[in-house]
Structure formats: structure tokens, C-alpha cells
């Protein structure tokens, strides 16, 4: 195992500040992942494995051991006449995996076309966009338990997935995820609920959607109101859609009848947090190098900080506005070191 000292964490991570990592060394198979947990128990150092970098804030130099996950390989395990089993090292690039899918005419992730990072941590946060969430599709995730030291096999069902979190990100940085197993759908049902994407698909009179239809339908929504983060430097949305019980729910509406909202269950709202976010008067405004994106107030931009501190001082202006107006408290999505 190689690694680098005091190396600038600045090309690894989407808001691109300039924290430092006392160590940093790159992940390409399963002995690296052994070694560089190894290395950190036996320097008593902490341990990181980055992606991509598109969900993290570094606040502070990073006094560990960072590990660049680059584990490749997308294979075939299982073929049927309705479904085929892949299995996708955790370094690969999530879009171009779902590219790869679509162009093979395998259904089930075309929605979640675009979104930044590697197949590795797409469970993590059981990523999702337009109705569509990356568990439908998982069926086995593979690990490195970096406590007991021993290799793991996570079923769908023991993953513990829920809206942008699972038993990974409820204990962070003891699992090593090295692969992840997908079933696809040979003849797949096209999710075109969301309103947006029937509206791209009616521009573009097209009546009988493919797959690759819904992906660049996608991948022209995402491209039209999200930020790219190599020209502005984000983490995508920076707070998670606040979940809420029905009561709590009725008196906000009363109070403020715009509030956007959608019922999950019978019982509980997930309020839009981009709406509570602009009526607190964020969108588009910007406070030395950070700010809120003029087309979608959940994603906080840097326009060239240098610290990621700067960044969370701004998140928490907003958590302390939002909290002030609607008695809501945002969590934050984005993993913060
Ligand atoms: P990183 O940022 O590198 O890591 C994220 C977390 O996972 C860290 O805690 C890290 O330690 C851990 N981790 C990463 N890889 C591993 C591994 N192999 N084993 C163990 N732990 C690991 N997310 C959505 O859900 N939906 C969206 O629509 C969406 N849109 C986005 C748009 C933009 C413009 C951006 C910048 C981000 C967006 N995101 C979205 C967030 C982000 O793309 C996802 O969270 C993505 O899965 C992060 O992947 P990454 O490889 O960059 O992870
Ligand atoms: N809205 C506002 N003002 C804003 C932003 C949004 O009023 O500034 C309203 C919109 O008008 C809309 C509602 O809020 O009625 C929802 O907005 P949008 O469809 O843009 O989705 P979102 O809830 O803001 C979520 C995810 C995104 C994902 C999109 C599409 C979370 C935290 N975010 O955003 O995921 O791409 O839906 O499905 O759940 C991410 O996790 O990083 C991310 C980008």
C-alpha cells in the first residue's frame, strides 16, 4: 500500500476547499481495502474512504488517513429472460454505470442518470432522484467491517434503507463497501410520474418513451437546474427534505396555505425544504464565497471559499432561519468531517 503526506484534499471533493489530509493513499482491490484498515488501527489514525467527493464538507484539515476508492469492474453474475444480476466495483463511476444499463436496454436506475459520485456510495445514502431510489435495484452490498476486522454481505433487506440514509450511514466509516450487486429489468416499467418528466417527454413529442429517452430526459432536467460542480462548487442538496407528522403538518399549512408538502405515508409529510429555504429569503443571495443557487435554494454553492467552515457557518444561518420561521429544524445531508 502507497501513501501521500499532507496532501491537498482540494481536486477530491466537489466544494473543492483547501483542507489537507495527513495521509492519503488509493483503493484498486480488496487488499488495499484490508491494508489501509490495517494501517489506520495500527497508527491509531482515523480512517476516511472518499468517492467522488460530491457529498462531503471538509471543515477542517483531516488528521487520518484518507482512501481514494478506484475498486473497478462491472460484472455479469446471472441472466434471465426477465432480469440480469450485475456486480459493480465500488470505484466505478455511478453515471457511467447507468449509461452502460441504458444502453443495453437494462431498466431501473435511468432516473437517477447524472447524479455525481461512484457505485460504492450510491447506498450509502440509498441515492435517489425522480421517484426513483437506488435500493428498488440493490440486492446484495459487500463490505470490509473495519471492527471485526472480517469480510460482510449485506442482503437488501439488512441494509436498512430508508429516505437518504441506511445502516451504512448510520455507522460511518466502519463499513468498506467494495461491490455492490444490482437486478435490472429487461422489460422495465418506466417511471415517468414526476410532473417535469412528462413535460420534457411532451416537448419532445416523444409518445413511447425508451430507456435512453428517460435518461436524457433526466440528465436535461438535472442539467438545466442543478449546478455543475466542476464550474460551481456544491454537494448537491445541502439539507434533507424534512419528514413530518400529520398534525404538525396541518398547523403550518394553515399558517402558511403555499408551504409545498407531500404525504409518505398516512401519517406523516415530507415538507420541500428548498420552499422553507426561500421564503426564509436564501435563494440566490450570496454572503462572501457562499451562497444559495438562484434556481434551487437547497443547493448552497461556494463561489471560491477556501475553508469549508465558511460553508457550514452559512448552512447554519439557514438552520437557525428556518428554525426560526417554521420551528423546523433542517438536517443536513451532506456528510460533514
Ligand atoms: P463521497 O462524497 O466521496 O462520500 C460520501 C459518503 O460516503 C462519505 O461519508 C464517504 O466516507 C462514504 N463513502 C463513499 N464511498 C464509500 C465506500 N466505498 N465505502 C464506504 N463508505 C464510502 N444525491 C442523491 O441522492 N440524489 C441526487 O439527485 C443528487 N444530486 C446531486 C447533484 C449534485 C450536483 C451533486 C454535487 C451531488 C448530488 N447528490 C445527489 C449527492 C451525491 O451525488 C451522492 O451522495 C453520491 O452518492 C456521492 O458519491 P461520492 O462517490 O461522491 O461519495
Ligand atoms: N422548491 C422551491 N424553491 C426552491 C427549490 C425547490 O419552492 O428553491 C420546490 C419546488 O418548486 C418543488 C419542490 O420544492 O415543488 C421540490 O423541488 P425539486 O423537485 O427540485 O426537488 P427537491 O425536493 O428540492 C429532491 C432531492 C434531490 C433530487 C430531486 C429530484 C432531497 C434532499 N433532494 O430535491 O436530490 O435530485 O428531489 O428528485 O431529497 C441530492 O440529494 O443531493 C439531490 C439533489
Not at 471543515?59 to 473497478?72: H, P, S, W, Y
Not at 412528462?198 to 429517452?213: A, G, M, Q, T
Not at 403538518?249 to 415530507?270: S, V
Request: proline fraction near 4%; glycine fraction near 8%; charged fraction near 20%.
Amino acid at each position: 500500500m502507497q501513501t501521500t503526506n499532507n496532501i491537498s484534499l482540494k481536486p477530491y471533493h466537489s466544494f473543492a476547499c483547501e483542507e489537507t489530509a495527513s495521509h492519503f493513499s488509493i483503493i484498486t482491490c480488496n487488499k488495499d481495502i484490508e491494508a489501509v484498515a490495517t494501517w489506520s488501527k495500527t497508527n491509531n489514525q482515523p480512517l476516511l474512504i472518499l468517492g467522488s467527493g460530491s457529498n462531503v464538507l471538509f471543515t477542517k484539515d483531516f488528521d487520518g488517513i484518507v482512501a481514494k476508492m478506484e475498486l473497478m469492474g462491472i460484472k455479469k453474475l446471472n441472466e434471465t429472460a426477465s432480469e440480469v444480476l450485475l456486480e459493480v466495483g465500488a470505484g466505478e463511476n455511478w453515471h457511467y454505470f447507468v449509461s452502460y444499463c441504458v444502453q443495453k436496454g437494462w431498466g431501473g436506475i435511468e432516473n437517477l442518470s447524472l447524479i455525481p459520485g461512484t457505485v460504492g456510495a450510491s447506498p450509502i445514502q440509498n441515492i435517489g432522484a425522480y421517484g426513483v431510489e437506488v435500493k428498488d435495484t440493490i440486492k446484495h452490498v459487500s463490505a470490509y467491517d473495519t471492527i471485526n476486522d472480517t469480510w460482510v454481505n449485506f442482503n437488501n433487506n439488512e441494509c436498512d434503507f430508508g429516505y437518504r440514509t441506511s445502516l451504512f450511514k448510520n455507522a460511518p466509516n466502519r463499513y468498506i463497501i467494495s461491490k455492490v450487486q444490482f437486478t435490472l429489468q429487461k422489460q422495465p416499467t418506466l417511471k415517468t410520474d414526476y410532473g417535469v418528466i412528462r413535460e420534457v417527454l411532451h416537448d419532445r413529442n416523444i409518445k413511447k418513451p425508451s430507456l435512453v429517452d428517460i435518461s436524457n430526459a433526466i440528465i436535461q432536467i438535472r442539467t438545466e437546474k442543478l449546478p455543475d460542480p466542476k464550474k460551481l462548487g456544491n454537494a448537491g442538496s445541502f439539507f434533507k427534505n424534512p419528514l413530518i407528522p400529520i398534525d404538525q403538518f396541518e398547523q403550518l399549512k394553515n399558517k402558511f396555505p403555499q408551504m409545498i408538502a407531500y404525504p409518505t405515508t398516512d401519517t406523516t409529510y415530507k415538507l420541500a425544504a428548498g420552499w422553507l429555504i426561500e421564503a426564509c429569503g436564501f435563494k440566490g443571495i450570496k454572503i462572501g464565497n457562499v451562497g444559495c443557487y438562484d434556481k434551487q435554494a437547497l443547493v448552497i454553492v461556494s463561489y471560491g471559499a477556501l475553508s469549508g467552515k465558511e460553508i457550514f457557518d452559512f448552512s447554519e444561518s439557514i438552520i437557525q432561519s428556518v428554525r426560526e420561521k417554521f420551528n423546523i429544524t433542517l438536517e443536513r445531508e451532506v456528510n460533514i468531517l
